[in-house]
């Protein structure tokens, strides 16, 4: 089992930024996928942002070039750096790791963009 507790989640100006972190309960070296998804009131969840094990990354057409995912394996977390910020970004980002079997989800931090 792998606990994944989300943080850095909270309430910024419209062109902010804020930076959001994933720690683990034990090492992501092995996690095929680390990834970032978020669900705003009334819509289904979506992902933001992927990382898979050799480093490449995916993102989401509507946060390209403004967020960025990394990983640090010696300190089991994974971040989401969300730069230029807007209303539309709102919602509850939730961490998701990825073995060959088993998918594990973060419980959630809210990031709430408003003037």
């Known amino acids: 089992q792998v606990q994944l507790v989300e943080s850095g989640g909270g309430l910024v100006q419209p062109g902010g930024s804020l930076r959001l972190s994933c720690a683990a309960s034990r090492s992501i070296f092995s996690m095929n996928s680390m990834g970032w998804y978020r669900q705003a009131p009334g819509k289904e969840r979506e992902l933001v942002a992927l990382i898979i094990s050799g480093g490449t990354t995916h993102y989401a057409d509507s946060v390209k070039g403004r967020f960025t995912i990394s990983r640090d394996n010696t300190k089991n977390t994974v971040y989401l750096q969300m730069n230029s910020l807007e209303s539309e970004d709102t919602a509850v980002y939730y961490c998701?790791?990825?073995?060959?079997?088993?998918?594990?989800w973060g419980q959630g931090t809210q990031v709430t963009v408003s003037p």
């Open positions: 998701r790791g990825n073995t060959i079997s088993t998918t594990y």
